[in-house]
């Protein structure tokens, strides 16, 4: 089974960077999109960034496009997030997460494999 663990995540004030890093291990795949989601109390899980296995294709939340940038080392079985810009609604658990398919999709459903959440908190 696959294996994904976050890291990075912190407190950082509002306009504040963070790096978030998600480390795969066991089984992978020669064609997978990975993805990073998050989730704040009392709401629902949504995407935030995702990427294909190429690389050469991306997507990006509303919310985020501009500020975030996601990206992917095949070869380390990496994918990471830098966050700009923060804002106190950027405040969530973040999940990294991949699929067996090169395909990119916005609902958490089509995700199959999930890390264990890192908490990123931005203060005003």
């Known amino acids: 089974q696959v294996r994904l663990v976050e890291s990075g995540g912190g407190l950082v004030q509002a306009g504040g960077s963070l790096r978030l890093s998600c480390a795969a291990s066991?089984?992978?795949?020669?064609?997978?999109?990975m993805g990073w989601f998050r989730q704040a109390p009392g709401k629902e899980r949504e995407i935030v960034a995702a990427i294909r296995w190429s690389g050469g294709s991306t997507y990006y939340a509303d919310s985020v496009k501009g500020r975030f940038t996601i990206s992917r080392d095949n070869a380390k079985n990496t994918v990471s997030l830098q966050m700009n810009s923060l804002k106190p609604e950027d405040t969530a658990v973040y999940y990294c997460?991949?699929?067996?398919?090169?395909?990119?999709?916005?609902?958490?459903?089509?995700?199959?494999?999930w890390g264990q959440g890192t908490q990123v908190t931005v203060s005003s």
């Open positions: 997460t991949a699929r067996d398919s090169s395909t990119i999709h916005t609902i958490a459903t089509n995700w199959r494999y």
């Open positions: 066991g089984r992978t795949f020669s064609n997978y999109a």
